[in-house]
């Protein structure tokens, strides 16, 4: 079964805190990705990783930034957290699409992040 | 990039009535299309997809329709229960290694 474990499901933090944001998944993935939710905007990507050390900014990298120093570990770093950044985060990972592997993505249960 | 637009944003039925959600995508390279259902207080999970070469395929209740011609792709759930109830995203994938995801549809099944 697999699982993409997301360190904590809820977490309040000072503006202008340094923030981590932790992901592991359990299936050998090569891509992980990290997602900001809010109330109608659905899923932007923040940022995504395809390989150790690999990765490529989203559509909304600003004021984050990533860290995969191991292929089952993916960061997500708030430099100085602001309260535009108070959102719920998701962390997925996914195989490199190939005719053999499938091409879902696993999703965490999500970090519901309050910057006061 | 891709660009996918999804509707309705909000979905109300009554239980056992069938519903429908509509997504459209703009990159005709686009080649995977998964849909995902998100209950309250939990992350996405893939319930369906289909890949380009599909133009329909059925899970108990729930089908998804592609038409790659008109660049669109549905979801229709069949007599629906309180269950159902949940935010369910769809997606379209090509070569690259990002899902792009729609807003996202809350279905409201009243019992």
Same mark, same amino acid.
């Given at each position: ?11 309040? =933090?000072?503006?202008?805190? =340094?923030?981590?944001? /932790?992901?592991?998944?359990? !299936? ?8 900001? &939710? ?9 940022y995504f990783s395809y390989d150790v050390k690999m990765k490529e900014k989203g559509d909304i ?7 995969? /120093? =191991?292929? /089952? ?7 100085? $957290?602001?309260?535009? &950044?108070?959102? !719920?985060?998701?962390? $997925?990972?996914?195989?490199? &699409?190939?005719?053999?592997?499938? $091409?879902? $993505? ?11 | 990039?891709?660009? *996918? ?7 109300? *039925?009554?239980?056992?009535? @069938? ?53 669109? +792709? ?26 792009? +995801?729609?807003?996202?549809? @809350?279905?409201? *099944?009243?019992?």
């Amino acid at each position: 079964d697999v699982k993409v474990t997301q360190s904590s499901r809820y977490l309040v =933090k000072r503006t202008g805190e =340094k923030v981590f944001l /932790e992901c592991v998944q359990d !299936m050998d993935h090569e891509n992980m990705f990290w997602y900001r &939710q809010d109330p109608g905007l659905g899923l932007r990507l923040i940022y995504f990783s395809y390989d150790v050390k690999m990765k490529e900014k989203g559509d909304i990298p600003e004021g984050y930034s990533v860290s995969r /120093e =191991k292929k /089952e570990r993916f960061s997500l770093i708030l430099e100085s $957290a602001s309260t535009n &950044q108070t959102s !719920m985060y998701l962390c $997925a990972s996914s195989f490199k &699409q190939s005719l053999t592997t499938s $091409a879902e $993505a696993f999703f965490g249960q999500g970090t519901r992040l309050t910057v006061v | 990039g891709e660009n *996918v637009e999804q509707h309705p944003s909000t979905l109300s *039925v009554q239980e056992g009535d @069938s519903a429908v959600i509509k997504c459209t995508y703009s990159d005709s390279a686009s080649n995977y299309f998964p849909w995902y259902k998100q209950e309250l207080g939990k992350g996405p999970q893939l319930i369906i997809d289909i890949r380009s070469n599909v133009g329909e395929k059925k899970d108990q209740r729930i089908a998804v329709t592609l038409n790659k011609t008109a660049k669109h +792709f549905s979801l229709h759930i069949t007599e629906t229960q309180p269950e159902d109830s949940a935010v369910y995203f769809c997606a379209a994938k090509g070569g690259s290694y990002i899902p792009t +995801f729609g807003r996202g549809t @809350s279905l409201i *099944v009243h019992p």
